[in-house]
């Protein structure tokens, strides 16, 4: 085969993964996704939008598994009413 012509193949193994983090739709707001080193060990972790539940942060173990810790940095209660709130109090 030409390989100018050759597609990428993916597989879905984002439960596999452990991302098996789901948005949930608010409103017209679409989700969002953020890669950084949040403990700076070398690795990109993800911070996901929730939407209408809280936010998730994903700590990647170095070998394509992620861990959620959400509730260990507080982000699941941080982040758990906050959209909820500001849309039913403007
Ligand atoms: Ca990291
Ligand atoms: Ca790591």
């Known amino acids: 085969m030409n390989s100018l012509l050759a597609q990428p193949q993916f597989t879905e193994r984002s439960v596999a993964a452990g991302l098996g983090f789901i948005y949930e739709e608010m409103?017209?707001?679409?989700?969002?996704a953020a890669a950084f080193d949040f403990d700076n060990d070398g690795d990109e972790d993800l911070y996901?939008?929730?939407?209408a539940k809280h936010d998730a942060l994903f700590e990647n173990d170095g070998t394509g598994n992620f861990t959620d810790v959400s509730d260990e940095y507080g982000i699941s209660e941080l982040t758990k009413y906050k959209l909820t709130y500001q849309c039913n109090h403007r």
């Open 27 to 32: 409103l017209l707001m679409g989700g969002g």
């Open 48 to 51: 996901v939008v929730g939407g």
